[in-house]
C-alpha cells in the first residue's frame, strides 16, 4: 500500500506543478531570435548608431573631397591648356599682321620682334644671332615654329625668358 500511495502522491505532485515561465516570453523557435536565448548563446551588443553614422559621414566626406579635389585638378589643367591656345592666338595673330620679306617654311623656327614704332616683324634671325647695331632697334617678343595647319607654336616667349 505504502508503493501506491507514492505513486499517488507523485502523480498529484506532477499536476499540481505550474510552470513559473510565463507561456507569452517562451519561444516555440527559438533558433530564429535575433538575440541569444540561453547562457551558450553568443555575445550580441547593441551598436552605437550615432558611432556608424558618424563613421559613414567621415568615409563619405574623404571620399566627396577626394573626387572634388580630382575634378579641380582636371579643371586647373583646362584652364592652362585655355590659356596656352589664347596666347597661341594672339602671337598667331600678331605674326600674321607683322611685316616679314619670305615664305614661312613649316616645321621652321621664326622669331618675332617688335620694332621702334611698335610694328611687328617676323625674322630668320634669332635675338643672340644680330650684330651689334641692331641690338637696339628690335624687341624680341617670342621664338615661335610654323605647324603644318598654318598656326604658330610658341616655343618661347620674352615672358618666359625673364
Request: avoid cysteine; proline fraction near 3%; aromatic fraction near 8%.
Amino acid at each position: 500500500m505504502k508503493k501506491e500511495a507514492d505513486k499517488n502522491a507523485k502523480k498529484s505532485s506532477k499536476e499540481d506543478f505550474i510552470n513559473p515561465i510565463d507561456p507569452d516570453k517562451v519561444a516555440d523557435n527559438p533558433h530564429s531570435l535575433e538575440y541569444g536565448h540561453h547562457v551558450g548563446s553568443a555575445a550580441i551588443k547593441a551598436e552605437d548608431v550615432g558611432k556608424q553614422k558618424g563613421r559613414a559621414l567621415s568615409a563619405m566626406e574623404h571620399q566627396t573631397d577626394q573626387q572634388l579635389n580630382q575634378i579641380y585638378e582636371q579643371m586647373k589643367l583646362l584652364a592652362d591648356q585655355a590659356k596656352k591656345i589664347n596666347k597661341r592666338k594672339e602671337i598667331s595673330e600678331q605674326i600674321y599682321q607683322a611685316n616679314f620679306r619670305f615664305e614661312p617654311i613649316i616645321n621652321h623656327e621664326y622669331h618675332l620682334y617688335e620694332d621702334a614704332n611698335g610694328e611687328h616683324v617676323l625674322s630668320i634671325i634669332g635675338p643672340t644671332q644680330w650684330g651689334r647695331s641692331k641690338t637696339n632697334t628690335y624687341n624680341w617678343l617670342a621664338t615661335v615654329k610654323l605647324l603644318a595647319d598654318h598656326t604658330w607654336e610658341i616655343i618661347q616667349t620674352s615672358e618666359e625668358k625673364s
